[in-house]
Each structure stands twice: as structure tokens, then as C-alpha cells.
């Protein structure tokens, strides 16, 4: 179909050579858990070699306490977090991904999108199904092990990127007052007020999170079935720094001359002193911090380490998977799988139709790997296939990308140079070429493999 359109472009519309780029396809990133045994599917702890360590630019990095667990600092060193990565259980992840619009309407209901409906103006069925979101995704960490089986609803902080997305941000600490994110929902129902004081620099925090979920380390892709664990967040000035006035709405006061310079003199909860009149004692508020300054460090922060935690785990790629079902006779199977597996495809069911000779075979495909596909499967088959290509899901491709041999079981079956095809490494450093990023690519990766090309010997 796509060069279909492209030949029809040059020869009826634009009646000149067109050069067309390769179709852009989206990725996703990921983290999974540590894997217990090798590429040779032995286990790593009871090798009979002992293991070669390869080491990586976090190692030696002071700010990485353990894997997955990084302490940073803002540049003025007022902010000090912890901030930790961990894999989302799989059915938070599908959950938060099948229900993206309702995520979208829980970030209107919280007044922070760039909207102006409020929760009052939601459909009833729309908070109803909300709640039912809440108790569902309560239900999932439930029935999870390890360390989101004692997570709370209440303790999810943001959503990303673009705060619905399947990503999650939650806090672990005891200090640190906030609003529920469930808060407005919940006053719809039960017209209670919420007694919970607001963060002074929670936007700061979710701000950094969008950022680091929207574009990761590896390529620049969203992140999918990350979360991310604020464990430690102490600012040493928060407490010196005053409340901020209530704004009056227009509608319920009117605007003075009075009212707009008081709140041109003070950003963000601390007064700034117009003169030294002002403040005769010289005493500095808020430890001479500006709290815009520190807001914007504080999201530079929160990005760099989520990144860096995000990096101490073992990261994958997510590839986007056609569902693809295929009707062909006998005598073509063999042609029709030789082309699935060149082009990294799995059959998944394999059915004959009742009174004819015909096959019904439901496979997955990689959308990357799809152009051309169906082309090339009837040039194959003679057209005696046919495929239908819809989109089904993400997958995760179990291959790290910057997988080198360290057990001596990988170093006696691919050797030291390790130079078998990485397909996880080719997807990204495609899509880190068509972005103008870094690759780490040598012209010559080893020397004796090279030959005059005069003598073809």
C-alpha cells in the first residue's frame, strides 16, 4: 500500500522523481526485572566459569546508591531526592493503557490540564467509571508481589507522559502533604472538603516526570510499564518559606491595584523585599533561594534521575505488533513461513478450514517489519496467501540492546566479540539516526575481518 501510493504520486500527480524517507514507526521503552538466567538459558549465579564483569558508565557513578536507586542533588544543593525505578506489573500497565481517555478526563478533574472544564461540568458516568478506575487499579497492586502489592491508589502522584499515559509516579514518604489526586472525585460524590495542604513543588516534580517519561534514554521514545518511586525529597528551606495568599476568583471579588501588587511582590509563597527599607533587620527569606529558581532545578533534577535510574535497570524495547491472519493452501506454507521469519514474524494459531485445502494461520508481526510484507508474501506464494494486517499490542523485544557476553557459558557459544545480529540495537540506532542523535557505530569494528577489495577471495 505505501508504495503503492508512492507510484501513484510520481507517475499521476507530481510527475517527477519523489525521494521518500523510510515510514517513521514509534517505539517504546521499558525496564523488566533482573534476569536470573543467561542467553544460553543457564543460570547466572551457578556458572562453572566464573562470570566477566563488563562495566557500564554507572558503575562508578556515587550517585547511583544500588540498581534502580539514584540520590541527586539541584545545582545550588538546597534539594536533595531519592528517586527509584521499578517495573509496572503487567496488568497496571494494560490497564492504564486501555483506559487513557478516562486518564485524560482525571487530569481535567484536577484543574491542571490546559482546559478550563472543571469536575462539575464531568458526566456522572464519567466520575462513576473514574471511581471504578480507581478501584480496579486498587485491585491490581493488590493481587501484585514485591513492592507494589503495598501501594495505594492515594500514593500515585502523576500519570505520564502527557499525565495519562502508562507510566506512574508515586511518592513513599511520610512527610510530605499533598492533595489525593482522587481528591476532586471523591468531593463530587461525598461534597466533603479535602483537608490535605498542596505541595509546594509538586508541578516541579510531575513537570520532571512528564519530561523523563516523554522522551527516554534510549532513543528519545515514551516510556510504557515504568514506575517511578519518590522515596526521599528534602528542601532545606521549605520550612522558612510563608504561605501564599489565596487568590480571589473574578467572580467572587474584584481585582484592585492593591490586590495585583501584592501579588507581584510575592512568587510563589515568598515576599520578595522591594527596598532595603523594607527589610531593615537584612534578613534574607527563604535562605536568599529563589523559589522560581529552585521550582526549575527541581524539574531538571527529577528528569536527570529518573533517567539515571531508569539506565541502572535492565532496559528493553517495546515494538508495536500487527495481528495478522493469513489464508493459504498446503502447498505454499513452506514459502509463507520462510517470509514470517525473515521478517521476525511468530504464528500463533494454525486452523484448516472444514472442506477445502485452505489454512487459516493467525500470526504477529512487527509493524517495522510490515512494509513491503504483503508484496512480498504474494510474489512468494504466487498469490495463493493473502494477509490482513490490524494493530494488536506492544511487545517487549527480550534482547538488551548493549548486550555483551559475561558468563562463560555466552563467551564458549558467541565468543569474546560477540558479533551476531542485535536486532534490538539495529531498531534503535535507526531510530536515534532519523532523529539526529549519538550512535555508537565504528567503521571498522574488527580489523582482521577486512580484505582488499581488488581480490575477491
Not at 231 to 249: G, N, Q, V, W, Y
Request: hydrophobic share 35%.
Amino acid at each position: 500500500m505505501y508504495s503503492l501510493m508512492t507510484l501513484n504520486f510520481d507517475l499521476r500527480y507530481a510527475k517527477v522523481e519523489v525521494n521518500v524517507s523510510d515510514p517513521i514507526v514509534p517505539f517504546r521503552e521499558t525496564i523488566v526485572p533482573r534476569p536470573k538466567v543467561d542467553m544460553m538459558n543457564e543460570n547466572i549465579h551457578t556458572q562453572a566459569y566464573s562470570p566477566v564483569q563488563v562495566k557500564t558508565d554507572v558503575d562508578d557513578d556515587e550517585q547511583v546508591l544500588e540498581p534502580g536507586l539514584v540520590q541527586k542533588s539541584t545545582t545550588n544543593k538546597a534539594c536533595t531526592m531519592q528517586i527509584r525505578a521499578i517495573p509496572l506489573p503487567v496488568g497496571v500497565t494494560q490497564l492504564l493503557e486501555e483506559n487513557a481517555n478516562l486518564l485524560k478526563m482525571l487530569d481535567i478533574s484536577t484543574g491542571k490540564s490546559d482546559t478550563s472544564q472543571s469536575v462539575n461540568k464531568l458526566n456522572p458516568d464519567v466520575v462513576s467509571k473514574l471511581l471504578k478506575l480507581k478501584e480496579n487499579l486498587q485491585s491490581c497492586f493488590s493481587r501484585s508481589k514485591g513492592f507494589w502489592k503495598k501501594i495505594k491508589t492515594d500514593d500515585i502522584l502523576s500519570f505520564g507522559p502527557r499525565r495519562q499515559g502508562p507510566n506512574l509516579l508515586v511518592v513513599q514518604m511520610d512527610k510530605y502533604p499533598r492533595t489525593s489526586l482522587w481528591s476532586n472525585l471523591e468531593s463530587v460524590t461525598t461534597t466533603k472538603p479535602c483537608s490535605v495542604l498542596n505541595s509546594i513543588y509538586d508541578n516541579s516534580v510531575v513537570s520532571g516526570f512528564q519530561l523523563a517519561t516523554l522522551a527516554g534514554p534510549l532513543c528519545e521514545e515514551s516510556l510504557m510499564g515504568v514506575g517511578f518511586v519518590v522515596e526521599k525529597l528534602d528542601i532545606s528551606h521549605l520550612d522558612t518559606i510563608p504561605e501564599l495568599p489565596e487568590t480571589p476568583s473574578p467572580k467572587e471579588s474584584n481585582f484592585t491595584l492593591d490586590t495585583v501588587n501584592t501579588l507581584n511582590t510575592s512568587v510563589n509563597g515568598v515576599h520578595m523585599c522591594d527596598s532595603e527599607d523594607s527589610n531593615p533587620a537584612g534578613k534574607t527569606v527563604g535562605n536568599n533561594l529563589g523559589v522560581g529558581m529552585l521550582a526549575g532545578q527541581i524539574m531538571s533534577c527529577v528528569k536527570d534521575s529518573c533517567r539515571k535510574a531508569f539506565q541502572t535497570q535492565p532496559q528493553r524495547l517495546m515494538v508495536a505488533m500487527y495481528s495478522c491472519d493469513i489464508q493459504a493452501t498446503a502447498d505454499v506454507l513452506g514459502k509463507m513461513y520462510a517470509v514470517l521469519n525473515k521478517r521476525q514474524g511468530r504464528v500463533m494459531s494454525e486452523d484448516m478450514k472444514e472442506g477445502s485445502s485452505t489454512f487459516n494461520i493467525h500470526t504477529v508481526l512487527p509493524v517495522i517489519e510490515s512494509f513491503g510484507f504483503a508484496e512480498e508474501i504474494r510474489k512468494r506464494t504466487s498469490g495463493l496467501a493473502s494477509p490482513q494486517l490490524k494493530f494488536s499490542h506492544w511487545e517487549v523485544i527480550d534482547l538488551d540492546p548493549f548486550w555483551q557476553p559475561t558468563t562463560g557459558e555466552e563467551y564458549l557459544h558467541y565468543g569474546d566479540k560477540a558479533d551476531n545480529e542485535n536486532i534490538a540495537f539495529k531498531y534503535m540506532n535507526g531510530v536515534r539516526r532519523r532523529k539526529g542523535l549519538r550512535v555508537n557505530e565504528k567503521i571498522v569494528e574488527y580489523g582482521e575481518k577486512q580484505r582488499t577489495l581488488s581480490k575477491n577471495k
